[in-house]
């Protein structure tokens, strides 16, 4: 069940209660930046193979690659600008089989730096009969070259040999940077492969920078699965947060924010996006972002940021679209692979840093540290726990029997161990990521200048609506989550905003900070700015929203908006055919909830009946949101062998 039943629900269940863009800078860079990749056109094109084929077909591109169409990027002539899978990440590429010559002119101001990678990937394509060449006796010579004044020189050569061919997929690859020379006049810059067959050479992320930065840096952090009530900002009894906490106390902390979807994938969409899932409308597992959506890291990207991500792959995997305006997006050291997942990210983010600290940059980190299964480090799974527990480390959602067991209840000290557990994961992500970062940013000198988001996407159940796990329901414990934002400097230090916002206001409140301005783009949220100002927080409207039976959960869809502290949630009834699926019976809920979020915070007492005028006034707005929202076409997503890898250890698949 797609769109349309999602919008069927809607006007139905409704009159039955009822009866690319441009984007302009507004500040100038702190250095120029010049892509390759970018002004790339047929006008650089100087010498390829391509211009010799009529026809262009897949077998002339490597395997895992695929077009790019990145703001910024605009013509991509014979497709050469790709994105192409690298190992656990995916970089942009300009393709340059041999033999190759792109020629671009420009002015190289003083202090500039010429960075990028060279390559070569093969493939066992069955037409392609690379792998029974030795790959020792063959190779591929990439040069760069300076002309100027009708003279050339060569400023840089090295020979790689074709990689192995025993695996499916493999890679040569070398990073190299030089100091150029600076010109006053336009110089020519060309960048050559040469060998004997047009082998699969390509320069990953080539680019010309000064190497100074002296203005603003984004980090944007995601903790899958982080409830915010479990933090000690938020008013949480035990110590589960001190660098957190430290972090609130020399940033901005909002206490009431939402999230749009109380599941991964939809919800890291919306906040890459700034669209509810209604106008985004990517629900269900196989579904990927249209390319048609203008992201988050494509703007900054455009605005000369260098951009990078460490994820845990899974439902933020690059496959659901996540890579774009990435210049490398890496995945799966977050993942739930490892115990240790966040201490892995940390050290991922902690090199690149190193290599890229004199860049401006937007830096995405998330990690799974927190989900389901608890699995953190000794001591950390033990810190919270009591007496005797049952368990050490512990998948629940297994335990459980998968969605099915959802609504089985467990005795009270079982609950209290997995919730001990689930608090270690918050304490180790704690101690192993946010806490060396911070001081990883203070020791290179980028922690002042710095913008650190800290938000999750969704929260956890413990049954206290009667479930477990998340991606099911709409009360707070799956779907207000933390939101904490340390600007540079020491602008709005120590300020509480306690207005209720949404994850969709993070990408403008970014962009404003930036001094980004695209008045084009259409968006869901709001820059922040507003409230930060204002001596009074104003509550905003947040949507959130589940499409229905979404990993084959058999759970109706659900709709949950706001109208200041009131917070009304729709629930679809569940079919006989649904109740068959669970182990245990769902609890029975009232069709429409709604909630004073200020007298009644853990939602406890249904007061719809009581306030008719202002549910019909709520069930009115959600009717013209769904009622306006033109339909896109959504694209399948490839669930490739690790893709389902990750997805069935984070419970989602079986």
Request: with cysteine; glycine share 6%.
């Amino acid at each position: 069940m797609k769109y349309k039943p999602l919008l069927f629900f809607v006007f139905g269940f409704i009159l039955i209660v009822l009866g690319s863009i441009l984007c302009k800078k507004t500040n100038t860079a702190p250095f120029s930046v010049f892509r390759l990749i970018d002004h790339f056109e047929k006008e650089n094109l100087v010498k390829s193979p391509f211009q010799r084929i009529k026809k262009q077909t897949h077998d002339l591109y490597p395997l895992k690659s695929f077009p790019m169409n990145d703001l910024g990027t605009e013509e991509n002539p014979y497709q050469l600008k790709r994105k192409l899978r690298h190992g656990s990440g995916v970089i942009n590429i300009l393709l340059s089989p041999p033999e190759s010559h792109y020629r671009f002119t420009t002015q190289i101001p003083d202090k500039s730096i010429f960075e990028f990678s060279i390559g070569i990937v093969r493939d066992n394509h069955p037409r392609r009969g690379n792998n029974s060449v030795d790959s020792s006796q063959h190779g591929i010579v990439f040069l760069v070259t300076l002309e100027k004044e009708d003279r050339e020189k060569i400023i840089f050569q090295k020979h790689l040999n074709l990689p192995p061919g025993k695996d499916k997929l493999s890679f040569t690859q070398s990073f190299h940077t030089l100091e150029l020379p600076p010109t006053n006049k336009k110089t020519s810059l060309s960048i050559i492969t040469k060998g004997e067959k047009p082998y699969f050479a390509y320069w990953a992320n080539p680019v010309i920078y000064r190497k100074k930065n002296k203005d603003k840096n984004v980090i944007l952090i995601s903790i899958d699965t982080l409830r915010a009530d479990h933090l000690g900002c938020y008013g949480y009894p035990k110590s589960t947060s001190p660098n957190i906490d430290s972090l609130a106390s020399e940033g901005t902390l909002f206490t009431h924010p939402f999230s749009c979807s109380p599941w991964t994938l939809p919800s890291h969409v919306s906040i890459m996006t700034s669209l509810y899932s209604i106008h985004h409308q990517v629900y269900y597992s196989q579904e990927k972002m249209d390319p048609s959506l203008i992201t988050l890291a494509e703007i900054l990207r455009k605005n000369n940021f260098f951009t990078s991500a460490f994820t845990g792959g899974g439902f933020v995997s690059a496959n659901y679209g996540f890579s774009k305006g990435f210049d490398s997006y890496y995945e799966g050291r977050g993942g739930v692979f490892h115990m240790n997942s966040a201490e892995l990210i940390y050290e991922a983010a902690s090199n690149w840093l190193d290599k890229n600290k004199n860049k401006r940059f937007f830096l995405f980190l998330h990690t799974y540290q927190p989900h389901n299964p608890y699995v953190s480090p000794y001591p950390y799974n033990t810190v919270f726990l009591g007496n005797n527990p049952k368990w050490e480390h512990l998948n629940l959602l297994g335990f459980l029997g998968g969605k099915k067991g959802i609504y089985k209840k467990l005795s009270e000290k079982e609950r209290r161990n997995a919730i001990g557990l689930y608090d270690g994961e918050i304490h180790y992500l704690d101690e192993s990521l946010i806490g060396p970062l911070i001081k990883k940013l203070k020791n290179i000198e980028l922690y002042e200048n710095t913008m650190i988001i800290f938000t999750s996407d969704h929260g956890e159940e413990f049954f206290e609506h009667g479930a477990w796990d998340h991606g099911h329901s709409l009360y707070n414990e799956s779907i207000r989550v933390p939101l904490i934002i340390k600007f540079p400097g020491k602008k709005f230090r120590g300020k509480k905003i306690t207005g209720t916002v949404s994850q969709v206001d993070i990408m403008p409140t970014i962009l404003k900070e930036m001094k980004i301005d695209c008045p084009e783009l259409i968006t869901d949220g709001k820059s922040l700015f507003p409230m930060l100002k204002r001596g009074k927080d104003r509550d905003r409207c947040f949507l959130s929203d589940i499409g229905a039976y979404v990993l084959n959960s058999h759970i109706p869809q659900k709709i949950s908006m706001n109208s200041g502290k009131y917070k009304l949630i729709l629930n679809k009834e569940f079919s006989q055919k649904d109740l068959l699926f669970f182990i245990a019976p769902p609890p029975e809920k009232d069709q429409i909830e709604l909630f004073d979020l200020i007298n009644d915070p853990l939602e406890q007492n249904n007061i719809a009946q009581k306030h008719p005028d202002l549910t019909t006034a709520i069930l009115q707005e959600i009717n013209r949101i769904y009622g306006q929202a033109k339909k896109r076409t959504t694209e399948k997503t490839e669930m490739d062998k690790k893709l389902k890898e990750q997805l069935k250890a984070l419970g989602y698949i079986h």
